[in-house]
């Protein structure tokens, strides 16, 4: 058995500066750098409005393309035709069609059906009715021209949306509890958190220049329902027995080829504090994170050097000037954290959790579903950490008329379990890093498994996630089971397929803590054999399984001989 590692590594002791702004000075040590300092992309916007989208994609300098138009959310998106065998062998410029991927940043999820419905008519007119749900709560849109930009931004703006800083070396969206502010039994609302972080810190030139991106969640639900474990930065709410509720402050998570997970500093932070320790931490990254490597330049690499203890050290002594008290870490969650079905709200009206098939909707859906909202008495909804959507403020009397027109949409509150645990990234339709498709692949497989394990009661939802490289962008390694994309030999042929990922998770109601998966050495899938291998590798588990011990798959599969596996 070969198990992935649990922590990445920090880099070893180099006679090279690593490029850490308070040790080493900050001369550039390669071109990201280099572009970086001289405009860290916040800029950019002015010539996107008033000369590239006059002068059209031809007009771009290359550096805006590929560094700075992130900043705004832009992404050139792949080719149509380039196989995934190319993939790392052609340039940038080789890869991309003159089209852009638009992420429209949602932080803490929280949506209004008249901000959906600009979003649905930003899809339908400008991009090609695409849209998907990410795993970050925000929604991507594809096939936008650089010469639609202004017209975009005034939309989204007019309603409260935008872009900023959705992309790049930069805070990235807040991830917040999607039911922030209705839950029976969360424990505090988020949303003042989230609200102070994006108001004061979104935009602010001190901090767009940082080594690498910096994810950020935070969530008041007991369900610990935004991935803390995997972001750069995380606050968890906690009852402190002295201090009453506050939040229990992690650090240091990311997934990608060196995953890691995140970790507690022991701290409590009162909620009027959470915005000074989250500008600390952050600071600490952009001062003492490595910039020489592009692949160590992540927060999660500084922790392993230095180690939990001396990481809140420095954030008091240096960047808050006070010290927190200790905290208890939060209760392993009695509930799932992806609030799919119906639920009662702290008002008494309900709230209903979605599934469309890998997070994969469409303009004219996002618009149906904002007039079906509306003809059913509310105006909210949230994005989920999990490619899910939930609608808020339903009355009782109407909750069955809106989940049969939610069924219409292809959206269900009542999903069988695999389909509720399948989550997949962009892939290689648009994706230029991806080697293998994702969302076709997966949705084929979602239905195939509907039908061949019909009849059968899973002992509780099987995730599967599906990634088109090894980047990780669908948590592979957090999954059930996680497939990452890349050209495999099946019977002698080289085809696209996935390393298979086994009995990875986040801590959850199946389990108490957060624990990587497992690879089977060898193990390799085709592209279009997810179903036959998730039957046949369920069906085992479903046949070993200790029912006595309530054994879950993720136990099972750490457990497993590797025959049982294959």
Not at 325 to 332: F, L, M, Y
Not at 438 to 449: I, M
Not at 491 to 520: C, F, I, K, W
Not at 540 to 547: H, P, Q, S, T
């Amino acid at each position: 058995m070969a198990t992935e590692g649990a922590r990445a590594r920090a880099p070893r002791p180099s006679s090279k500066p690593n490029g850490q702004w308070k040790l080493d000075g900050k001369a550039p040590l390669n071109g990201n750098e280099e572009w970086k300092q001289v405009d860290d992309g916040l800029s950019v916007r002015d010539r996107i409005e008033n000369i590239y989208s006059k002068g059209g994609f031809a007009s771009i300098d290359p550096t805006d393309l590929h560094g700075r138009f992130r900043v705004w959310g832009l992404y050139t998106q792949r080719k149509p035709g380039i196989d995934g065998g190319r993939t790392a062998t052609l340039e940038p410029h080789e890869l991309e069609d003159e089209y852009f991927m638009l992420r429209v940043r949602i932080d803490g999820g929280q949506l209004t059906t008249k901000q959906l419905r600009v979003i649905a008519g930003i899809s339908t007119e400008f991009g090609r009715e695409t849209a998907d749900l990410t795993d970050r709560q925000n929604i991507q849109l594809h096939w936008i021209e650089v010469e639609s930009m202004p017209e975009i931004w005034r939309r989204l703006e007019a309603v409260g949306l935008g872009t900023t800083e959705a992309c790049g070396d930069v805070p990235r969206v807040v991830l917040g509890s999607p039911v922030a502010g209705i839950s029976v039994d969360e424990l505090i609302d988020p949303t003042p958190q989230i609200d102070e972080i994006t108001s004061r810190f979104i935009g602010d030139a001190s901090l767009a220049n940082l080594p690498r991106k910096f994810k950020t969640a935070i969530t008041g639900h007991p369900s610990q329902d935004v991935v803390h474990e995997i972001n750069d930065v995380a606050f968890v709410a906690v009852d402190h027995p002295e201090l009453g509720i506050g939040y229990d402050l992690w650090v240091g998570g990311g997934l990608s080829t060196a995953p890691r997970l995140g970790e507690r500093l022991g701290v409590f932070v009162a909620p009027e504090r959470v915005a000074e320790a989250w500008h600390g931490v952050a600071q600490i990254f952009r001062d003492y994170g490595y910039r020489r490597l592009r692949n160590k330049a992540r927060l999660k690499f500084l922790l392993a050097e230095w180690g939990t203890e001396k990481f809140r050290q420095v954030l008091q002594d240096e960047y808050l000037g006070y010290e927190l008290p200790d905290g208890p870490a939060a209760p392993k969650p009695l509930a799932h954290g992806d609030h799919v079905g119906v639920h009662r709200q702290k008002d008494g009206r309900f709230y209903v959790g979605v599934t469309p098939i890998v997070g994969r909707v469409s303009g004219p859906t996002l618009a149906r579903l904002a007039d079906l909202i509306e003809e059913h008495g509310s105006t909210r909804l949230r994005t989920t950490p999990h490619q899910k959507l939930v609608i808020l403020d339903i009355p009782e009397d109407r909750v069955e008329s809106l989940i049969s027109g939610l069924d219409e949409l292809g959206l269900s509150a009542r999903p069988s379990l695999i389909r509720r645990g399948t989550i997949a990234c962009t892939g290689i339709e648009f994706c230029k890093l991806a080697i293998v498709e994702t969302k076709a692949y997966a949705t084929d497989a979602v239905l195939a498994l509907e039908e061949r394990l019909a009849g059968i009661d899973l002992p509780h939802p099987i995730s599967l996630h599906v990634n088109g490289c090894p980047n990780s962008c669908a948590r592979i390694q957090t999954a059930d089971i996680g497939l990452k994309g890349q050209l495999v030999m099946i019977d002698g042929e080289q085809v696209p397929g996935y390393q298979v990922h086994l009995g990875g998770g986040l801590a959850n109601a199946d389990r108490e803590s957060a624990e990587l998966g497992r690879t089977v050495r060898g193990l390799k899938v085709s592209a279009d054999g997810i179903a036959d291998y998730t039957e046949r590798v369920v069906r085992r588990f479903l046949e070993d399984r200790d029912a006595a011990s309530d054994e879950t798959f993720a136990q099972w599969a750490h457990r497993a001989e590797e025959e049982a596996l294959q």
